[in-house]
């Protein structure tokens, strides 16, 4: 029972085949710069002794759909796909759902449209995913296409948690409100988190932070998401690689009548050039720290604002959620920054938040435990595991269109 999931950007398409009656990944892969000279493939494959293979490939990729056809001609070679009408079903990542989707969709004319109705409010992401849809679509025809979006899993937030304090028409006109994203990680480690606390999901109440170079933090409650950082873009919330996070709006009116920035310029001024290296000059937070290392001042800025955003949230989610079981700590710097998760509790001992030094520090890519004994809220590390959550997703969206029964399928 294999299930493909895609994520398709711009100029590159991510991908991995996953055998679902056992939860594993048997390959993988990443075709970048799709439009340049040097196009490169990067696939790695798991081989009979349990490990992975790595094959890299360069050659010109034109556009996305001869994109696809590279990617299967080498996928039929290793013998990962003889045939992509093998597939149970093919998993798209969409970024925004907006609020049509509050869980994954097989992919019609309706979704297809609602996907290009969304694109406005996520002009990088939505359009690309769309490509990745429409040419599966010609390649497996025969094969069941499911969106599963990034918003879906706030889609629970209510209304006093989700609405801008704006005139009315702003929500019912123009759908302005807030959406969050990340969702398919928080959903992930929430239900992670709640396996290794030994509890059901719904009884648990958590704050996710998703910290990659994109970042989010979510307040979790009763296993649903009640509040998360980021709004009707992946802009607001906490200080990110090259996003600045939450900031006044009348900044805005500011750079532009008094300093004459264009809106564009400043459009592009928040989401890329500011955060972590507007700040220090890097986004790459192991370049951060090893500047802050040897002392570079402005790198030790750049990681006090990170930290002091997230401690933040962490203070309000604690506030939104009334009792907290864990803190979970996701993404390339959630995952891999002592300095980052030490950081970011310091000082919470009177909410019940308190790291162990050792632990924290001997954290090396696997889940784990890092408060102290005398925190009783439980801080863990958990890696995230997107493309599984929209593997499952796709494969439980397929089986209740088809109605049939569960127990073959990993959980
Ligand atoms: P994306 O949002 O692109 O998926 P990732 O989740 O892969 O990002 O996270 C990328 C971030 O993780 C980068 O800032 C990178 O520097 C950081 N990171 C990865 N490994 C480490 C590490 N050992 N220490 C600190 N930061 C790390």
Do not use: W
């Amino acid at each position: 029972m294999k299930v493909t999931v895609i994520n398709t950007g711009s100029s590159s398409i991510k991908y991995a085949v996953f055998d679902m009656s056992s939860c594993i990944l048997l390959g993988s892969g990443l075709l970048e710069r799709i439009g340049a000279a040097d196009s490169r493939l990067r696939h790695r494959r798991l081989n009979d002794a349990g490990a992975f293979d790595e094959l890299v490939r360069t050659r010109p990729v034109a556009e996305h759909r001869e994109g696809f056809d590279f990617i299967l001609s080498v996928a039929s070679e290793l013998r990962i796909l003889s045939n992509p009408d093998e597939l149970f079903g093919i998993g798209h990542r969409v970024v925004h759902g907006g609020d049509a989707y509050r869980e994954a969709v097989l992919i019609d004319r309706e979704v297809i449209a609602n996907i290009k109705r969304f694109a406005p409010l996520a002009p990088l992401h939505n359009p690309a995913n769309l490509k990745g849809i429409e040419v599966a679509l010609e390649r497996s025809p025969g094969v069941p296409q499911v969106a599963v979006f990034d918003t879906a899993f706030h889609q629970s937030m209510p209304p006093h948690s989700f609405h801008y304090a704006l005139p009315r028409p702003m929500y019912r006109e123009h759908h302005v409100r807030r959406y969050g994203f990340h969702g398919n990680s928080h959903g992930y480690v929430a239900k992670r988190a709640a396996e290794l606390l030994g509890k059901p999901l719904e009884a648990v109440n958590l704050i996710t932070l998703h910290l990659g170079n994109g970042a989010s933090a979510a307040a979790i409650g009763g296993g649903k998401s009640l509040d998360t950082s980021m709004g009707m873009t992946p802009l607001e919330g906490l200080m990110m690689g090259t996003r600045c996070g939450d900031l006044d709006p009348a900044l805005h009116f500011y750079l532009a009548k008094k300093a004459g920035i264009s809106l564009d310029e400043i459009e592009k001024l928040l989401n890329t050039e500011s955060g972590l290296k507007g700040v220090c000059g890097v986004n790459d937070m192991r370049e951060v720290e090893r500047l802050a290392a040897a002392n570079d001042p402005d790198a030790q800025l750049a990681i006090d604002m990170f930290c002091y955003r997230i401690k933040k949230y962490i203070g309000a989610y604690c506030a939104v959620l009334g009792r907290v079981d864990a803190l979970v700590f996701t993404g390339g710097i959630g995952e891999n920054s002592p300095i980052v998760r030490e950081r970011a509790c310091a000082g919470l001992s009177a909410l019940g938040i308190a790291v162990d030094e050792q632990k924290n520090t001997a954290v090396s890519k696997n889940e784990a435990e890092i408060q102290a004994d005398r925190s009783p809220i439980k801080i863990l590390v958990i890696p995230t595991n997107e493309e599984l959550e929209i593997a499952r997703q796709t494969l439980e969206t397929i089986i209740r269109a088809k109605g049939m029964p569960r127990e073959s399928v990993c959980s």
